[in-house]
């Protein structure tokens, strides 16, 4: 089921998931393209404390939604979502982890091998 987007980076995003599905033949890129398309009150909202209590030290880990900053992360961790507070940002940073949009972890790991979902 397809719902109607307005924001344009959005159905760009999930465009691109899609072409990235059909290029690779990978699903995980559809499956996350597919939780984006639903409303956004359905879509995943991940506190820093469940990076942390969940993903192991060095886990590249997708989030179909946004990452919020509360609690604390001390494990480096590649994060890929939709969108990021500020602070969440930040403590994935200062933890040595790095933030991405989904495209450009789509592109760097078009197999998508040891990708996490998180919601």
Do not use: F
């Given at each position: 089921m397809t719902t109607k987007k307005t924001d344009p980076n959005l159905v760009a995003t999930i465009n691109s998931l899609k072409a990235e599905?059909?290029?690779s033949g990978v699903g995980i890129w559809r499956?996350?393209?597919?939780?984006?398309?639903?409303?956004?009150?359905?879509?995943?909202?991940?506190?820093?404390?469940k990076l942390e209590r969940y993903a192991s030290e060095g886990?590249?880990?997708?989030?179909?939604?946004?990452?919020?900053?509360?609690?604390?992360?001390?494990?480096k961790l590649t994060v890929a979502a939709y969108g990021f507070s500020e602070s969440a940002k930040n403590k994935i940073e200062a933890a040595g982890g790095r933030n991405l949009t989904i495209i450009d972890l789509a592109k760097e790991m078009p197999q998508g091998t040891g990708v996490k979902i998180m919601r």
């Open positions: 599905t059909r290029a499956d996350i393209a597919l939780r984006l398309e639903k409303a956004k009150v359905n879509w995943a909202e991940v506190n820093l404390s886990d590249i880990v997708v989030v179909p939604g946004k990452v919020l900053g509360s609690g604390a992360l001390n494990k």
